[in-house]
Structure formats: C-alpha cells, structure tokens
C-alpha cells in the first residue's frame, strides 16, 4: 500500500482530535439546551465529539495491535485514549442513548446521523472490553442504540424529500438527515442483531437500487451538503460488493481561500466525493492514490482547514480526514 499524505500527518490530526475532545469551549451540544451533562461535551458538537472517540479508539487499536505485532511504536495518546474508556463506561453510554432518546424533537436536526455515528462508537468501544462482564454491559447498551436507528430508518423515507428549490428536485440529502449515510454507518458498525442484518439487506435492494440511476445522475449540492450522495452509494458498493464499479471522482472544486461557519461543509463535501478512491487506493489502483493524494496534500498543506479555528474547522475536519484513512486501510 502506498503511504498517503494522511498516513504522514497521522499522528498531528490525532493529537487535534485528542486537543478537540478536550476542549468543551465553545460548544453548540444540544445536551446544554436540554440541561444535560455528556461525556461526550468536547469537539463543540455533540456528533464531533462521538466520531472523535470513534477515531481516537480506533487508532489506539490498529496502533497497539501492529505496536504488539513489532511494526509500530506506541500510539500517540495512548495514555488519553486510556481516560476515554475509562470514561466511555457501559452506564455511560447507556445515559447517552437516554438523552437521545429524550431530546425534544426541536433538538433532533442532526438525527440520523448523530445516532448511527453512535452505533459506530458503540461497536469499536466493545472491541476494548476489559472484562467479559464489561462486554456484557456495552453488548446491551449497543442493541438498545441499534434498534433505535433501524426505527428511525424504518421511519425515514428515502429519497428524503428535499425540496427541489434547494437540490433541483433530486430529492436526496447530503447533510445529518441522510439516510443512505446512517444506512452505510449501521452497516460498517457490523449489527448484531439478526434483525438488523436482513433489514439493511432488504433496504438496500428495495430503497437504494431503485434510486441508483437518479443517484448517480447527481450533479450539484445543496449549499449545506458535507455528503456527496453519489460518493456515499459508491461506499455502500464498497462495503457490499466484491468488485464495484470503478469510481472517478466529480472535478474537485479549488479549496477556498479562507472559511467561515455558514460555508465550511464544503470541506467535508470534497472530501467525501474522494472517500471512495480512498477505499480503492487500499486494494493498489494507481487513479485512486493519485485522487486521494491529491485531495489531501492540498488540504493538509493549510492548516487553517484542518487545524485552525476551533469552532469552524479543527473540531471536524480531521475526523473526516481520519475516516479517509480508515478507508484507505481496508476499514480495520
């Protein structure tokens, strides 16, 4: 596997996240609106700081293991990374499945994507069970939250039904309401319950492939899209086929000279747009490497768009670079 500007800068984006998690001023977390303490009160939003720990843990872990197997050193923020699960208990983490499922409908703009990240999280933080009691605990608190997103999808039509003043008519969605990307999120999280399974397996051929045509005929994006929905169905190909379609990514935007709050998605837009050529450049096609080393050199090469100011950027970006390597890495 050829090393990616993202391999080299690795540890410099986990220690922004760890600095991110961190830091719980300024915030935007619906919890405070509703009163609530988190643990997850860092990263200025509440799903920032749910993909950080996602991140974080999963790093520690294919670090430690290649650490363990002698290919490695000890992973940057090991000794944080122990704070976080030591934080990140069963009884934790079933409060925050309570808040969820407490919040005022007035607080759920970023559902169903806060809670499918949530899956994810849930699933790598039972990969650090310390104890078979421990597994136990989480294996509970993750079918509880599994269940919860498989309601919300149930629910949730798809195309999502954006008007068509804001996406021409096509209907689909690019921000927290997406349901293909809470669909992808369920099933990278690997369910456990059999329900589950044979749910996203009828959902994909009675939802998803009936749309593919008018997904991959998509051109534009709604203003604030971070999704780019033909990027996310070359995913689910990914993650379900044994030989997708190759993908070629749409003309790549010039990365803005500076951003501001109200435009920044932009950055996670064409990021996602080149995820997928991230996945190929894991399995050695050259075009790939070359778009997602494209991508990231030049985003990289500006710390004002990964690592800059806190509340626009820094408490975000690098978790979208970091699923980018993820990716790139064969999901480990």
Do not use: K, N
């Amino acid at each position: 596997m050829v090393s990616s500007p993202v391999d080299r800068r690795l540890d410099e984006l986990v220690a922004t996240m760890a600095d991110g998690v961190a830091t719980a001023e300024p915030s935007a977390h619906f919890t405070r609106r509703m009163g609530e303490e988190t643990v997850f009160s860092g990263s200025y939003d509440w799903h920032s700081c749910v993909i950080a720990h996602w991140a974080l843990l999963t790093h520690a872990r294919v670090a430690g293991e290649a650490a363990a197997a002698g290919a490695g050193e000890e992973p940057v923020g090991a000794a944080a990374v122990d704070g976080l699960l030591e934080a990140l208990t069963p009884d934790a983490l079933a409060r925050e499945v309570d808040l969820l499922a407490g919040r005022d409908r007035r607080l759920t703009g970023t559902a169903p994507y806060d809670e499918a990240w949530l899956c994810m999280l849930l699933a790598e933080r039972s990969r650090h069970s310390r104890s078979a009691a421990e597994a136990e605990e989480l294996l509970a608190v993750r079918v509880r939250q599994e269940r919860r997103v498989v309601d919300l999808l149930e629910r949730t039509p798809f195309p999502e039904g954006i008007p068509p003043v804001e996406r021409g008519g096509s209907g689909f969605c690019g921000f927290y309401r997406s349901w293909l990307w809470a669909w992808l999120l369920l099933h990278w999280s690997e369910p456990i319950d059999p329900r589950t399974r044979v749910l996203l397996d009828r959902w994909r051929s009675e939802r998803i492939e009936p749309q593919r045509d008018a997904i991959e005929a998509l051109e534009g994006s709604h203003g604030y899209d971070f999704l780019s929905v033909p990027a996310v169905l070359a995913l689910v190909d990914r993650a379900t086929l044994e030989d997708p379609e190759p993908w070629t990514p749409p003309p790549f935007a010039p990365w803005p000279e500076s951003v501001e709050l109200r435009t920044v998605h932009v950055l996670g837009l064409e990021l996602c747009r080149v995820w997928p050529s991230a996945a190929d450049a894991g399995r050695g096609v050259s075009r790939a490497q070359q778009a997602w080393t494209t991508r990231t050199e030049t985003l990289l090469a500006r710390d004002d768009l990964w690592r800059g100011d806190f509340a626009v950027v820094s408490h975000w970006v690098p978790q979208f670079l970091f699923i980018g390597w993820w990716l790139q890495h064969g999901r480990p």
